[in-house]
């Protein structure tokens, strides 16, 4: 497989090893896999305002610095990924799961709608760990508003009533 376009399990895979990475170690180990992927990484030590491009499979950012840019790149990263599977134990993830979530809903990190239904799932599940999710019943050609809304109770009454 092209080493531009992992598959999105390898991607998350990658995502989850740069959740445990400080700034400076994000960046360097977005270097190392950039290089490790036959690209190139441009060093600027002028110290004069410049944008920094992270390219890395099929995912390109810039930002005024290197931190900025690797920051942004692993939020578009987890987002082509698909988003999270669940919330994490940890208070620093979490707080980085979170992070995601709002760039995602405030439309900073571009995202797909279903990765936006995940990035809200994700925010409801954190704030109410004991959420579920109950999908409406089918639309009925002809029901009355009314209808539909005891037709939601009634699969809501279900749901509760299993769990």
């Known amino acids: 497989m092209d080493a531009a ?6 991607l998350a895979a990658l995502c989850d090893d740069l959740d445990a990475l ?42 005024m610095s290197y931190v900025s840019a690797a920051l942004r790149w692993r939020f578009a990263a987890r987002a082509a990924a ?18 995601w979530a709002l760039s995602v809903l405030q439309h900073l990190t571009p995202a797909t709608d279903s990765v936006r239904a995940s990035a809200q799932a994700l925010l409801d599940r954190m704030i109410h760990p004991g ?16 209808e539909a809304a005891a037709a939601l109770n009634a699969v809501a009454a279900e749901t509760e009533e299993a769990a």
């Open 5 to 10: 376009a992992p598959t999105p399990s390898a």
């Open 131 to 146: 959420l579920q999710t109950i999908a409406p019943p089918a639309a009925v050609p002809g029901q009355t508003i009314a």
């Open 22 to 63: 400080a700034p400076q170690a994000l960046v360097e180990r977005l270097r190392a896999e950039v290089l490790r992927s036959g690209g190139s990484w441009q060093t600027d030590d002028s110290g004069l305002p410049a944008l920094r491009i992270i390219a890395l499979h099929g995912i390109t950012i810039s930002d």
């Open 82 to 99: 698909g988003g999270y599977v669940a919330p994490a134990a940890e208070p620093q993830r979490r707080t980085l799961q979170r992070a």
